[in-house]
């Protein structure tokens, strides 16, 4: 599986990166030793409006459990983004926005976004926003969400950006989690020429219970879709910013207030609220993306990922305007209108720094050389990997292919909950193995931990654990904090646990295998089995479900669902499509169960517990490693399963 060949920077790349071979061992090794020391410096980046004089204050003792970083400090972020640029970089191009249609896309420059995010922040106001407060964001690709994004900062108030693929009760569900009183949402989004409806869906999940709390729905008309509007419920962006000043006094925020909210799955069935703050999450992540990024004054960085995610918080947003860059906004899909997309629209604008996920590397794998090679792509000098393992195939292709042998590879381990990126290259100090996120990033201690919990040194595999805080690190779960602690603080006392497994080579470098709890990884989105179960059994014709992950070419991992029916129902093929649509009607698309088996019984112990652990090994088709099936109740079933089994 591993495949060691290093790759090693140019001399040309090198000559002007940010940080040399001989850089990495020596800072990294200050940063761990005095990390007040090293914060401190790091923190001076942004405009504060009080400078933080107390920098780390973190401590995973259970009994003395709290997390929080430059505590005396006080500052805005949409400052940070955009006002403070507009001295230097007022004319300088802060977003490029690249529709899903080929023909139509915008630049923004850093003096037109703020006066848009200050004109839709005063308007915000006006509805009686203000600090505190929750915003949820349902919006497509447009600059909308950005500007929508970057008011709320301007506030104070505390985004919740659900990602448009969403269904409507996923979305409600997180509308009441944290009771936003304002939903900002489009007419419809348009992905590949369709058409998506997002403010149906609006109308849909506010049905539900729970969300009676919204007052009010922002509508971005943006396809001129045909829409319900509800009054006085329902109001147009384009009409709420008319005649608002393009000047907002930006709200004083200390740095442990709340910055956002991002919904993630975890292994029980509901989302969970990653909570991030101001300050620290503000450094760490324009910190990373200058540092990883190899990031200049005059390049053009592209992060494919929606906003909805926490790489378009981080890597999209926050980290390129923080630091003054101009950042790429894409609509549209990798295969529309046909698959050199990515790469003409890397030709149309002359983008420098690349960064996508796995999935996207592979589907466009399989289409062959040609869509690349019709393309320039001369512009390129990094790319970025990020959501999933890259497979040691995909990451040699993406650096001959897409990058013509020229671009280091920067493959980031991080997660929603981290905020920033914690395990990666720097291009032009840390030699690259395909498949490998290398090695710690500054000021950050991954260690390896046996089931135990007893770290283990050198060359080792077990589980990712972290030892110390950093500054980009989730403060809490919204509304749950004790939830919090028992996920990530409990299972290895003393360290933060990611539930990622993890192989150290000999030469310190990191290997990540996969999530080692009940979440499966799909196209670099985190699906919690729970949740996919939840839906199933919510059919009325369906018993019981059992979901795990399996292979998948493409997608890295699917979602393989057992299904036992009701008494008196029978299996059939229409039966197992209307599943498939119910599944994705009830979370969204990105939930669709890949496999479906019908399953008599399910492996249970005679405690009544499912053993996943052999329904994993079915679905991975190899039957001959189930292990010690004799504490099952009825042994039998696991025969028929494998029989029947759909991977073979
Ligand atoms: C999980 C986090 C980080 C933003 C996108 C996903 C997996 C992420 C890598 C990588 C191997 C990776 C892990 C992690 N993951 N990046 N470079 N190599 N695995 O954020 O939805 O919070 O998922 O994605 O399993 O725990 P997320």
């Not at 991080?414 to 030699?431: D, F, R, V």
Request: glycine share 8%; proline share 6%.
């Amino acid at each position: 599986m591993s495949n060691d060949r290093l790759h090693t920077a140019s001399p040309e790349f090198t000559a002007k990166s940010r940080f040399k071979p001989e850089d990495y061992d020596r800072l990294y090794a200050a940063s761990v030793a005095d990390p007040d020391a090293f914060w401190a410096d790091i923190a001076r980046r942004l405009d504060w409006m009080r400078a933080p004089t107390r920098i780390k204050d973190t401590s995973y003792a259970l009994e003395d459990f709290h997390i929080r970083w430059y505590a005396d400090g006080e500052l805005n972020v949409s400052v940070n983004c955009l006002d403070r640029h507009l001295a230097t970089r007022g004319d300088k191009t802060a977003v490029i926005w690249e529709g899903d249609n080929p023909e139509v896309s915008e630049r923004l420059s850093y003096r037109e976004l703020h006066a848009r995010v200050c004109r839709f922040a005063n308007a915000l106001r006006n509805l009686g926003v203000g600090k505190g407060d929750r915003v949820t964001i349902y919006l497509p690709m447009i600059v909308e969400a950005a500007v929508a994004m970057l008011a709320c900062t301007r506030i104070g108030a505390v985004h919740s950006v659900v990602f448009g693929g969403f269904s409507p009760d996923s979305l409600a569900g997180r509308i009441a989690d944290c009771g936003s009183k304002v939903v900002i949402t489009a007419d419809e989004g348009v992905r590949g020429g369709k058409p998506v409806a997002l403010k149906a869906n609006v109308d849909e999940a506010l049905r539900r219970d729970g969300t009676s709390v919204v007052e009010t729905v922002i509508v971005v008309r943006h396809t001129g879709g045909a829409i319900q509007m509800q009054a006085p419920r329902d109001r147009w962006y384009h009409t709420l910013v008319e005649g608002q000043p393009d000047t907002c006094d930006p709200e004083r925020m200390n740095a442990e207030d709340p910055l956002f909210i991002l919904y993630t799955s975890g292994s029980t069935g509901k989302p969970k609220g990653v909570l991030h703050t101001t300050g620290g999450y503000l450094v760490y992540a324009s910190y990373t993306h200058e540092s990883v990024f190899d990031l200049r004054e005059d390049d053009v960085y592209w992060c494919t990922a929606d906003v909805g995610w926490v790489t378009g918080h981080s890597y999209l947003l926050y980290g390129p305007l923080a630091n003054g860059a101009t950042t790429v906004m894409f609509e549209g899909v990798p295969n529309y209108p046909d698959t050199s997309r990515f790469w003409q629209v890397v030709d149309k604008h002359k983008v420098t720094l690349f960064y996508t996920a796995p999935t996207a590397i592979r589907a466009l794998m399989r289409e062959g050389e040609a869509p690349v090679k019709k393309t320039s792509r001369a512009s390129l000098r990094l790319l970025g990997s990020v959501g999933e393992p890259i497979n040691p195939e995909a990451w040699e292709w993406y650096w001959r292919v897409v990058g013509d042998e020229r671009c280091p590879i920067v493959d980031t381990w991080w997660q929603t909950e981290t905020g920033g990126i914690l395990i990666t290259p720097l291009a032009g100090a840390i030699p690259q193995k395909p498949g490998s996120a290398t090695k710690p990033f500054f000021g950050v201690k991954p260690a390896v931990v046996d089931a135990s919990g007893t770290v283990l040194d050198g060359a080792a595999e077990g589980n990712l654990v972290l030892l110390d805080s950093w500054p980009g690190q989730m403060r809490t779960l919204y509304g749950d904090h004790q939830r919090f602690i028992d996920t990530y603080f409990r299972t290895y006392p003393g360290t933060y646990f990611t539930g990622d497994g993890v192989r150290r080579d000999a030469d310190g470098y990191y290997w990540i295998t996969g999530r080692v709890d009940d979440v499966i990884n799909v196209s670099g989105h985190r699906i919690g089995t729970a949740e996919v179960e939840s839906a199933l059994v919510a059919h009325p014709k369906v018993a019981e479900a059992a979901v795990v992950g399996c292979a998948h070419e493409i997608k890295g991992q699917g979602i393989y669902a057992y299904v036992t029916l009701n008494k008196g129902e029978t299996p059939s093929e229409d039966l197992r499509k209307e599943l498939v649509a119910w599944v994705r009607k009830e979370i969204g698309p990105i939930a669709t169960p890949d496999f479906l088996q019908w399953a008599p019984g399910l492996p249970k112990t005679r405690s009544g517990k499912i053993m996943r652990r052999i329904l994993r090994k079915i679905a991975e088709n190899a039957p001959d490693q189930l292990g010690d099936t004799s504490t099952l109740a009825d042994p039998a079933v696991v025969d028929s399963l494998v029989k029947e089994r759909l991977i073979r």
